[in-house]
């Protein structure tokens, strides 16, 4: 008997569109499935509870023998949507920035950012859970994912952080990609690959299936949201490990 493939998710609305073919494609009888907030689920690869785990892309240097096993991402070229630093002042007002705890790659990309692009010297704090409550006055944050689309509604300044990246190297930006801590079946990778792709071809019904009030779910899948992982994208990740790897040594200087 084959030993069930463990997968872990993120449970983002952004992921939906790949696990509906997930959900739909048969595969469910062949892997056991966890679905947690992104960093949670970079944890479970990086501890081995899990095999192959769509991850932020900021934590693939930490995982032991870390590989992208997916055609498919996170990503975006301009406007994510779901991904920003919210204010109730323009950013050049702000003091001090809290950083979502559920997810690496945003809070690392929003510090890159602060530093290289807006040049901004604040201070940068991590998050507690009820933190967008605090978001007011010259104090801002960094919010992700379906919580960040809610933000949008209240929050009078809003700096997207794929539009940011993007204005800033030319590049899109790779917030998760699915990655494995050890060799995977081929034959299983091609039936996932083709799980995934199997969602992205059925838009429309994804969409039926949510019921969700505050953003557009349609122009978000088909144009906040790219889930292709292009060689370009691929590039992109290697620039953002090597400007991660910048930080850290300045951290530590």
């Given amino acids: 008997m084959n030993k069930k493939i463990r997968v872990g998710a993120v449970s983002y609305l952004n992921t939906k569109p790949m696990m509906f073919g997930i959900k739909r494609s048969g595969l469910l009888d062949r892997i056991i499935l966890t679905e947690n907030y992104p960093a949670q689920i970079a944890a479970d690869l990086k501890n ?4 192959i785990g769509l991850i932020p892309v900021a934590m693939i240097p930490s995982i032991q023998n870390a590989h992208i096993v997916a055609d498919y991402c996170i990503s975006a070229e301009e406007n994510v949507a779901s991904v920003a630093i919210f204010s109730e002042v323009p950013l050049q007002e702000v003091k001090k920035v809290l950083l979502d705890y559920q997810s690496r790659t945003s809070v690392n990309l929003a510090r890159i950012l602060l530093k290289e692009y807006w040049q901004l010297n604040v201070e940068m704090e991590a998050a ?3 933190f967008r409550d605090q978001i007011k006055g010259t104090t801002a944050g960094v919010v992700i994912g379906d919580r960040a689309l809610e933000q949008r509604l209240i929050s009078p300044y809003m700096y997207d952080l794929a539009t940011a990246w993007n204005n800033h190297t030319g590049l899109p930006f790779v917030f998760a990609a699915w990655v494995a801590n050890k060799s995977i079946d081929p034959d299983f990778i091609d039936a996932f690959n083709r799980a995934l792709g199997y969602g992205l071809k059925h838009l429309e019904e994804v969409v039926a ?12 899948y088909t144009e906040n949201i790219q889930y292709n992982l292009s060689p370009e994208k691929l590039k992109a990740i290697e620039l953002f490990h090597y400007k991660l790897k910048q930080l850290q040594t300045a951290d530590l200087s």
């Fill in 48 to 51: 081995d509870h899990i095999d």
């Fill in 128 to 130: 507690s859970l009820d």
């Fill in 209 to 220: 299936e949510q019921s969700y009030p505050y953003y557009d779910l349609k122009t978000y």
